[in-house]
T-cell receptor, first 115, second 112 residues
């Protein structure tokens, strides 16, 4: 069964460092997303990406964040200068082309720990 | 601004009984609702969804009910099994980007 894959599963980084979280969405999907879940809290939308550009972003997704689909298969989230409060599980998701009222498929997540 | 709320943080039921998980929303622009199941250290897994043009959708042991006038949906699991023990998230969508707004989650424990 096709799945969304994320790497790494766990990333530990020093405050102020840059991190890149990687995702490979399901191959025929066209809409891509990043969400995050701070420990004990709800899953929060960060950004949606379609046709090689951001279609929507939340207040969380400030200038320290960026997304890219560099090669047609990978979808990356970059945090330029990490803060302690960026520590969370980050989930990538994708939606099948042809309709937005369909389920999003999520990856297993990357646990980011900023120390 | 909690547009999607799950007011019960936890629920415990006996194996074989019905589990009912509830969700309320405030944004009348939402037109698609989903339930996801999540185990620790894993991503959310899609369970079942419902469009706003319906009031019920059934898939095996799982049924989702939508009451648009009350802005309320519920997930029924019958019969409940110990393997159903997980965190259940309600989510809603209404923008053209497919963005999902999640509730806080309800931890379901099904006791053997």
């Amino acid at each position: 069964e096709p799945e969304v894959t994320q790497t790494p599963s766990h990333q530990v980084t020093q405050m102020g460092q840059e991190v890149i979280l990687r995702c490979v969405p399901i191959s025929n999907h066209l809409y891509f997303y990043w969400y995050r879940q701070i420990l004990g809290q709800k899953v929060e939308f960060l950004v949606s990406f379609y046709n090689n550009e951001i279609s929507e972003k939340s207040e969380i997704f400030d200038d320290q964040f960026s997304v890219e689909r560099p090669d047609g298969s990978n979808f990356t989230l970059k945090i330029r200068s990490t803060k302690l409060e960026d520590s969370a599980m980050y989930f990538c998701a994708s939606i099948l082309a042809g309709g937005l009222n369909t389920e999003a498929f999520f990856g297993q997540g990357t646990r980011l720990t900023v120390v | 601004d909690q547009q999607v709320k799950q007011n019960s943080p936890s629920l415990s039921v006996q194996e074989g009984r019905i589990s009912i998980l509830n969700c309320d929303y405030t944004n009348s622009m939402f037109d698609y609702f989903l339930w996801y199941k999540k185990y620790p250290a894993e991503g959310p897994t899609f369970l079942i969804s419902i469009s706003s043009i319906k009031d019920k959708n059934e898939d095996g042991r799982f049924t989702v009910f939508l009451n648009k006038s009350a802005k309320h949906l519920s997930l029924h699991i019958v019969p409940s099994q110990p393997g159903d023990s997980a965190v259940y998230f309600c989510a809603a969508s209404g923008s053209n980007t497919g963005k999902l707004i999640f509730g806080q989650g309800t931890t379901l424990q099904v006791k053997p």
